[in-house]
C-alpha cells in the first residue's frame, strides 16, 4: 500500500545541510502494524510526515496506493490526505475551543459528509472508544487517557486506510498507554494499517514489523517472531 | 484496492453549512476566551463606526445643503465683484432697484426675486411674539422649494399677506391652520395689520432659507422708511431663474450695462462685474469665502471636516488594535490551524475562516455601533444650536454602501494578515511545537506606534485647544465684554426717554448712545491720506460711548460733549489705523473721507477686535454723533450686579415700550459662540483622546504579553543566571519604550501641524501648541502607558524561573 523508493530528505538551512532521511527503501503492505524506531534524531518523525503526506520529500520516490505522491502540491496532499489517512499525535492535538464531539466530528467536515451520518458515524466510533459520555466535555476537562482515546477516534472516524500515530503514548502512565495500545492493535486486527513511531520496545512489541532508523537510514527490519525485548 | 478518498460519493451541496456553523463555535469560544480583548476591541470599532456615522451625516448636512430646491440648478444669484486698491472681492449683493431692471430688460431671466431681512416684533392679541421676516418678490415660492401646509403660495403678491412657517405658526396661534387670521407687525412705534396667506413646512436646517416668515418686498419700504425702489445705493439680495442655460452668458453681458448705475452714485464702491453666481454650492462659498449676503450659509469647513479626520483616526486605531490582538489570539490557536491542516483543510478555507472571524467580531461592532452612532449624533447635535442631525439608513443606498465598505474595510485590514501569515506555516512544525509565535514582528511594531502617534495626536490637539480656550478668555479684545448690555431703540428721543429712566438705578455705572457699536453694526468706507487710501471700519457714537465700552484712550482725548466741531471734523481711531498709514503721531493728522469731508484725528484708542478672534482686525475709525441717530442704549454696571441691572433695563422698557419685546442683550452673549466652539472642539478632542488612549493602552498590552510569553525562557535563564526583577523589566520595556518615543516625535509633529491648521481655519487669533503642550502629552501618554503594563511586567520579572524553564 505504501511504498518508498530510495526516499531522500534533506533540510538546508544558510549555512547547513542537514540529511534526515537517505535512501530509505521500505514497503508497507495493506493491514500491517509497522513500528518505527531508532535514537533521537534518526529521521523517525521526518519519516512519520512524509508517508502522512504532511511534508514532501527531496528526493526518490513515494507511492501511495497506485499513486506517486512525492512531487504532490501541498493542495493534492490535503485532499489525499481527507478520509484516507489518520493521525495520532503524542501530545494529542485536540482543538481547545471544540467538545470531544465536535473534534472527532472535524474530519468529517471536511469531507462534506451529510449531518445524519457524521452524527451517526461519530457516536458510533465514541461508544466504541469508551468515551461518549463525555462527549460534551472540551478537551482540558479530560484526562491524558482520554485525550488519547478522543485523538484515535478522529483518526478512525473517516474510516481512513492508514493511521500514523507519532509516540502515542509518549504523553501516558503505563496503564492508559497500554490501554491505546489495545485500541491500536484492535483496529490493525480489524483491517487498518498502522504505522506507529516509537521509544518504547514494549509498545513496538504490539506491531508485526520493526524498522530500526539510525541517521536516516534504515538499519535493520525485524518481523515479529525475532523480536528481542 | 480501496478507493482513495472513501467518502467522495457522499460530497454534497448542502453541508456547507456544518463547517460554518463549526467556523462560528471556534470563533464564539475563542473569543469567550480572550473576553477582555475582544470586548476592548469589538467596542473600540464600535466608537469608530460610531464616529463615522456622525461623520457622514454631518458631512451629508453639508452635501444636501439647498438641494431640495428643485430648481436649485436654474438658479443663479445676481453678484457683484468690487475692484478697490488692486484687489476684487464677491459681495452677495446687489442694488435694489436691480430687480425690477432685470425683470422689464431681461425676459430670458424667468423669475426674480430680491430678498432682504429684517427682525420685527409680531403681535396677535396683547401678546408680543419676537420673529425674523424676509421681504421678498411674488416670484420667490415659484423658484424655491417651500412645502404648503395651507393657504396658497401665489398670494405672495398680495402686500397685505404674510407667508409664516408652521413653527412661528404653532408659537403665535396654537396652530397651522390659521390662513385668514390677523397678524400685527410692529414697526417701532406704528403697527401694520397682516393677514396670515400661508402656512409652509419649516425648511429644513440645511437650506439657506430659514426665516419664520415672509412678505411682499413692497413692505420693505414701510420698514427701512428712506429707501426708495429707484435707490442704487441700497442694497439687496437677488436671485434669478434661468431655464434655458444656453441663456446664461447673454444674461451675464446685458448685465453689465447696469454697472454704471451704482458706479455713478458710489464712488467709494466701484463694482466692476454682476456675476451670476450659481445657488447650486453657493452656501459653501459663501462660507469658505467669507461672503456677504443675506441668507444662511453652510457650516464652517472646519466643523465639516474635523470630524471626518477624527472619525477615520478613531477607525484606524481600532482596526489596528484589531488587528494586533488577532495577530495575538491567532498566535494562540496555531495548534488548531495544524490540525485543521492535518485534517486536509486548504490554507484557503484557513484564510476564509480568519477573514471571517474578523468580519464577524466587526459585524458586531457594526451592530453596536449603530446604536453608539445615535447616542453620539445626540451629543454632538447637543454641542450645535444651530445643526441636528438626523440618521436615515433605509432610504439611504449610499449610506448602507457606506456602512458595508467600513465593514469591509476593516475585517480586510484586521483579519488580512493573521488570515494570510499564520495560514502559511507547514502544520509539521506547529504540531511538533517548533513554531512559537509571539512577540513583536516589523508590522506590529509599526501598528503600535501609529496607534500611539495618533492617541498623541489627539492628546496634542486636546491640550492645545483648551490652552487656547483660556488664551481667548483672557485675550484683551479692547473694550469691556463683561458688563455691557445693549438694548436697541427706534431713534433719539426714545433713547432719552429710556436713558432718563435707567439713571435712576444707582448700580449702572454709565449709560451711552450710538448709532453704531463693536459687535453689532458698523459700516466699512475708504478714507484718503495723501496718496495712500484704505477702507476702514466706521461706528458712529455718543457721548460716553468710550467710557461705557470700556475704549481705552492711549493718545489723545475723548469728543468733548455737543461740540459741533468733533460732530463735523473730529475722529478717533484705533492703534491699528495708525500702523497702517504709517503714523508715528497720528494726532491731527487729516484723512480725506468720501473725497471731500476733512477728518483730524483727535485721539487713539487700543486695537479693538470689532468680530472677536474670528476674522483679522480691521483699522477703525470712531465718529461722533447727534442725538437723534441713537440707536443703542448701552449700559455698564458692575459684572456681580448685571443680572439685576438687566431686570431692571427689562422692567423700566416694558412701562416705556409696552408694544415691543425688550431686546436688551449681554454683550459677552453676542461673543459667546467663539468660546462654544472653543469648548465644542475641546469636548470633541477629549473625546478621541480617551478612546484613543484607551486603545492604544490595549494595544500596547497585548504586546507586552506577547513578547513576555514570548520571552519567558530567556526571562528565567537570566533569573537563574541572577538578573533582578529591574534588569528583567528592562528587557522586557526597551522596545516598547524605543517605539513609543518614536510615537511621541510623530505625533508631536503630527500634532503641530493639525493644531495650527485646524485653529488657522476658524480664528485669525489663536495660540497653537507650545512646549507645555507636548511635554505634557507625552507624559500622559507614557503615565498611561506605565500603568497599564505595569502589573504584566512586575509579575513577570517575579516569576519564580522553574516554571517557564520546566516549560521549555
New interface residues.
Partial sequence: MIKLKNLEKVYTTEEVETTALNNINLEIKEGEFVAIMGPSGCGKSTLLNILGLLDNPSGGEYYFGEHEVAKYSERQRAQLRKGSIGFVFQSFNLIDELTVFENVELPLLYMKVPAAERKQRVEEVLERMNIMHRRNHFPQQLSGGQQQRVAISRAIVAKPRVILADEPTGNLDSANGEEVMKLLSQLNEEGTTIVMVTHSPYDANYAHRIVNLFDGKVVTENIKEHFHI | ??P?????S???N??LN??IK?YL??TL??MM?NKLFILINVFGLAIGIGCCIVAYFNWEFDTIFNTHHVHADKIYRVSQVREFEGTERLYGYTSLPMGPTVRQNIPDAEKVTRLNRSWSNFKVEDNLFPGGIAYVDPDFFEMFSFEFIHGQPADLKDKSKVFLSDEQAKRLFGSTDVVGKQLTQVLGTELKEFTVGGVFKKQPQSSSFRFQAYMHFDNFFDDAKDVKETDWKTWTTMFVMIPNPTRVNAIHKQLQAYRENNNKVREDFIVKEYVLDPFVGMAQRDEINDTWNETWDANPRSAVYAPTIMAVLVLLIACFNMTNTSIAISSR?L??I??????????AQLIVQFIGETMFICFLSLVIGLFLGEVLLNAWNSLWEEMKLTSHYIDNPGFVLFLVAVLLFTGLIAGSYPAFYISSF???GI???KLKLGGTNLFTRVLLCLQYAISLLAIVCSIAFYQNSKYQRDFDLGFNEESVIIAYVENGNEYETYRNALVQNKDILSVAGSKHSIFSQRYKDPVKYESKQFEVDIIDVGDDYLKTMGLTLTEGRDFQKDSETDRKESVIITQKMADIFKWEKPLGKEILWHDTVKLYVVGVVKDVYTVGLWAQMEPMMIRYTNKEQYTHVIVNAPIEKLTAVNAFMEKEWKQIFPNRLYNGRYLYEEMKEAFTVNDNIVKMFIFLGIVAMILSATGLFTLVSLNIIKKMKEIGVRKVLGASIVNITRIINTEFVIILLIASVLGCALGYFMVDLLMGSIWDYYQSTTMITFIVSIVVMFVISAVTIGYKVFSAASMNPVNTLRDE
Fill in positions: 484496492m480501496q482513495l478518498i472513501r467518502d467522495g457522499l460530497i454534497t448542502s453541508t456544518p463547517m463549526n463555535l471556534i469560544r475563542s476566551k490557536r495548534k488548531e495544524g490540525i485543521r491542516k492535518v485534517m486536509g483543510s486548504m490554507r507547514e502544520p509539521v504540531l511538533k511545537g
